[in-house]
T-cell receptor, first 114, second 116 residues
């Protein structure tokens, strides 16, 4: 069974600084998809960034980028120039290439300090 | 276009009562998911529907929980004889489904259920 682990229940970052949220996963698959979702206090989950396992290049979306280490089964999220609006719960998720089941980590609560 | 909608946004019920939670997925999305999120916790998978296939009910915590999806669109999650431990936010998500492609999930705003 696939499992997703987020080892940092809480993180904090100074506004305008950079923070990295960690995520590791366990799978025997070679092809799959990885996602980071953000859940602000309004509780609406929003997709932040996604990565295909067979692509070596790390995905980037504006201030958000990932460090995908396939051999290590690691998928960390880097937030640059942190803003107050980045404060939220962040969830890492895994999906096999075939099938529709998603596996979520337990989340990391990010606080942005003004 | 319209996103995933859920109703009600908040529901307070007495222990022992039945409740129905509704989810309207994005039009054209064949996959629909239900999750439960307890206070400060991650997402607990409950059930998912894919097209006309039999739903994956492997996450339902007890036989008090059931869900149906009518016409491949709207879904209702029913909790019978509610217990206080059922208090949580229930999230619905939909995706394009299918075997290939990202098919990321789009989430609704959730229903906060409080059982008193």
């Amino acid at each position: 069974a696939q499992t997703v682990t987020q080892s940092q229940p809480e993180m904090s970052v100074q506004e305008a600084e950079t923070v990295t949220l960690s995520c590791t996963y366990d799978t025997s698959e070679s092809d799959y998809y990885l996602f980071w979702y953000k859940q602000p206090p309004s509780r609406q989950m929003i997709l932040v960034i996604r990565q295909e396992a067979y692509k070596q290049q790390n995905a980037t979306e504006n201030r958000f980028s990932v460090n995908f280490q396939k051999a290590a089964k690691s998928f960390s999220l880097k937030i640059s120039d942190s803003q107050l609006g980045d404060a939220a719960m962040y969830f890492c998720a895994y999906r096999r290439r075939t099938g529709n089941q998603f596996y979520f980590g337990t989340g990391t609560s990010l606080t942005v300090i003004p | 276009g319209a996103g995933v909608s859920q109703s009600p946004s908040n529901k307070v019920t007495e222990k022992g009562k039945d409740v129905e939670l509704r989810c309207d997925p994005i039009s054209g999305h064949t996959a629909l998911y239900w999750y439960r999120q307890s206070l400060g916790q991650g997402l607990e998978f409950l059930i998912y529907f894919q097209g006309n296939s039999a739903p994956d009910k492997s996450g339902l915590p007890s036989d008090r929980f059931s869900a149906e999806r009518t016409g491949g669109s709207v879904s209702t999650l029913t909790i019978q004889r509610t217990q206080q431990e059922d208090s949580a936010v229930y999230l619905c998500a939909s995706s394009l489904g299918g075997d290939r492609g990202f098919h990321e999930q789009y989430f609704g705003p959730g229903t906060r259920l409080t059982v008193t």
